[in-house]
């Protein structure tokens, strides 16, 4: 067997291993009851053991809980302003059915009345491109406006490269996918500038959009939030926006962050980078294991405000410089 056929099969098989969990929880409950010392003592820890990786795998992944943020952008501008975006990422719907539907998604979204909405890529995890009409078609019932980038998922890293359907079906739904171009974004209480970068794994991000500077705050909307290593400080804009952590997924205290990648930007929330910050997203979906803990799905609405510079041009002052 080689090694892909032993990936298949790993990918096909750890969905359902977790139902063992039920035929074993008896036989562990009967020895509590039935044993006693050493014997009932391993029972009564492997039972606890058992039953938290039980509910990783079967009631966290199935929560949706929505997060609100109050982030106050760094600098000031020709005009000041405000604008709520609810932020998510990572949906890795599947074959298998084991992330938060789409359409859920979509409803706690609308519930939450945002400006805008990001969308910060990993849409699918070996999900057919046959699929995607139907699977994101509730997309397209959110009301607010919706950008989006695409994943390393998504290009095929790993998995197929789908990027060319999935692309097309979410332009069918009127979501502007956002990868290495830029826009202006208005209503009625902000304007600000949004630029999409592509994935970083996929090594072809435009830099240079942040070349020119803006006199609008500038939004910066990616999967990977280590792309904030990869803008030069000058540069880098007023927030950047991605997902691609899952907030470590199954999230245990030190071992987290030590055995894993999700730390080394910033695992979920707000943070501030020299010259800029970031926001990350925990996502909706799972990859490799069908497991969440301690970190359930999670819509992010970031409830963003900014300054104007009554004095002078916009410029990303420090805050104790404002007037």
Known sequence: MTANNLFEFARVALPYLGFLYFPASVLLLWAILKTHGAWRLSAA???????????GRFI???LLVAAEHDIALKGCFPEAGAMRIAVF???????????????????RVNAK????????????????????DETFAPLGAIKAPVYT?????????????????????????????????SADISGETFDVELVGLSDLWARHQNLALFDTPSSKPRLALTHNPETIDEISPENRPELLIAGHTHGG???LPVLTCRMTFACRIARYG????????????????QSMLPIRFAVPPRIDILNIEYADCPAGPATKQPEDDVL
């Open 113 to 132: 009345a945002p400006d805008i909405v990001f969308i910060a890529g990993d849409y699918v995890s070996y999900l057919p491109p046959d699929r995607f």
């Open 45 to 55: 820890g492997a039972f606890i053991c058992l039953t938290l990786m039980a509910y």
């Open 60 to 62: 966290e992944p199935k």
């Open 270 to 285: 707000y943070d501030e980078i020299d010259g800029g910050a970031v926001f990350v997203t925990s996502g909706t979906g």
């Open 89 to 107: 990422s990572d949906l890795h719907v599947s074959p298998y059915r084991y992330a938060v539907s789409v359409e859920r998604i979509a409803r």
């Open 149 to 181: 980038v695409l994943g390393n998922h998504d290009l095929g890293l790993p998995g197929p490269d789908v990027a060319a359907p999935l692309r097309e079906s979410l332009e069918k739904l009127g979501i502007s996918v956002m990868d290495d171009r």
């Open 249 to 251: 997924q199954v999230n």
